[in-house]
């Protein structure tokens, strides 16, 4: 079956400008979470669902950043008025729900996101 | 707040064994994981331990104290295809669907 899917690959934005990433999970799983990686460490949490409810999103570094997932499948990560410090790999995982064990987490490929 | 320790680098010979320590220190625990990630490429699954004591899983294996707070990751017969970054993850949360803290990673190289 289909993996967790990230759109898009790469994205090159200027200093102020929006943008969208979007993360496909595995079908069927309930949990959704969004990290961000820099290079030389390790993936940072900014926000996870369960279904189309954020149940912790303690990780978002501040307003500017905002996630959804309205019908608990697709997300879409928006980050507002980007900085050159927002500049990181951006993961998606999916995580299954309700299921015997480990509940480990399926990453996407994640998006490059560069802001010059 | 989570703490999470592993060395940054290891270099180790085509065929050895190595180990990949993580300390951890945090506010909750249910439940440490290994992932593997390739240069350029996601994070994949490669252990979790929930309960203290040895996981093998073929040529990886992985330990867990919990109350010294510490796993390890062990690889027997290394291949160069070994060589990738290892990240300790632990999850923090009573629920099974939980978020999972990271470390840095520990970069490993496998050498001829």
């Known amino acids: 079956g289909a993996g967790v899917s990230q759109t898009p690959s790469n994205k090159v934005t200027e200093k102020g400008k929006y943008v969208e990433l979007r993360c496909d999970p595995i079908s069927g799983h309930t949990a959704l979470y969004w990290y961000r990686q820099s290079l030389g460490q390790g993936p940072e949490f900014l926000i996870y669902?369960?279904?189309?409810?954020?149940?912790?999103d303690s990780g978002l570094p501040n307003d500017r950043f905002f996630a959804v997932r309205p019908e608990g499948s697709v997300s879409t990560l928006k980050i507002q008025r980007t900085e050159r410090g927002d500049s990181a790999v951006y993961l998606c995982?999916?995580?299954?729900?309700?299921?015997?064990?480990?509940?480990?987490?399926?990453f996407g490929p994640g998006t490059r996101l560069t802001v010059l | 707040g989570q703490n999470i320790d592993q060395p940054t680098e290891m270099t180790a010979t085509e065929g050895a064994i190595v180990q990949i320590n993580c300390t951890y220190q945090t506010s909750g625990f249910n439940g440490l994981f290994w992932y593997q990630q390739h240069a350029g490429e996601a994070p994949t699954f490669l252990s979790y331990n929930v309960l203290d004591g040895l996981e093998e899983k073929g040529r990886f294996s992985s330990f867990l104290s919990r109350s010294k707070g510490y796993s390890y990751l062990l690889l027997k017969e290394l291949q160069m295809k070994d060589s990738a970054s290892y990240l300790c993850?632990?999850?923090?949360?009573?629920?099974?669907?939980?978020?999972?803290?990271f470390g840095d990673g520990t970069t490993l190289t496998v050498k001829p």
């Open positions: 669902f369960q279904g189309t409810g954020a149940a912790d």
């Open positions: 993850a632990v999850r923090d949360q009573d629920t099974n669907a939980g978020k999972s803290t």
């Open positions: 995982a999916s995580s299954p729900q309700g299921s015997l064990g480990s509940y480990e987490q399926f």
